[in-house]
């Protein structure tokens, strides 16, 4: 006797029993990408990419407000008044941003989001703590000769960073000295490998994407 046609068959089915997306149809398709959480992105160097470029509109905002924060500063926050603070929070300052070099310095070897941004922002913030140094030390006497403003002491700074003088700034004091000698050696170990590491990670994400005429590809199929 002849089997009915709408009966349910006990063979299994080749066909999908979801939707054709290839995906659980009980998980919600995400808001940003149009994807399910589930599914597959094409890798997890796609994802990685996608995350990693959300940092950079951030890196201008960012270091302009390093260095507006610098201008805006009260003045006499710190300075010959308080010398215990002052030396206080200078070491505090650097001990941190050296902390937090070396852990994103790390995280630029594993190729995580978020470094490129983050140390650039420290190794300006470090720059603009020495900067902020050798501003409240120009108000001791005897300690600097032609350093008079915050732009002075930038400039001093960034002299020192790259190991030039013109002379037209003048060390005295040895507190001063002690400083330069310290941001010397701060740039030296700490300044340099996070620049290491930066132009490496940028180096490595150039190398991985793939060339501008490949995308445009078609098979002539």
């Given at each position: ?133 050798y501003f409240v030390m120009s108000h001791h006497p005897g300690e600097f000769t032609g350093l008079r403003t915050r732009l002075d002491a930038l400039y001093f700074a960034l002299l020192t960073l790259a190991t030039l003088s013109y002379g037209d700034i003048t060390p005295h004091g040895q507190s001063v000295r002690l400083v330069i000698l310290l941001q010397i050696v701060y740039t030296l170990v700490f300044l340099t490998a996070a620049a290491t590491s930066l ?23």
């Amino acid at each position: 006797m002849a089997q009915r046609s709408d009966e349910p068959s006990d063979e299994p089915s080749d066909e999908p029993s979801g939707p054709a997306t290839g995906v659980p149809s009980g998980e919600p398709p995400d808001e940003a990408t149009g994807e399910r959480s589930g599914a597959p992105s094409g890798g997890g160097s796609g994802r990685r990419t996608l995350w990693s470029g959300h940092g950079w509109p951030l890196l201008g905002p960012v270091t302009a407000a390093l260095f507006v924060a610098y201008f805006l500063v009260p003045e006499h926050t710190l300075g010959p008044e308080r010398p215990v603070l002052s030396w206080t929070v200078f070491g505090i300052g650097l001990t941190a941003i050296a902390v937090l070099l070396v852990k994103h310095m790390r995280d630029a070897l594993f190729d995580r989001p978020g470094t490129v941004v983050a140390l650039v922002s420290l190794m300006c913030l470090s720059v603009l703590l020495f900067s902020s140094a050798y501003f409240v030390m120009s108000h001791h006497p005897g300690e600097f000769t032609g350093l008079r403003t915050r732009l002075d002491a930038l400039y001093f700074a960034l002299l020192t960073l790259a190991t030039l003088s013109y002379g037209d700034i003048t060390p005295h004091g040895q507190s001063v000295r002690l400083v330069i000698l310290l941001q010397i050696v701060y740039t030296l170990v700490f300044l340099t490998a996070a620049a290491t590491s930066l132009t490496g990670k940028l180096r490595r994400s150039a190398a991985s994407r793939p060339p501008r005429g490949r995308d445009r590809q078609r098979d002539p199929d």
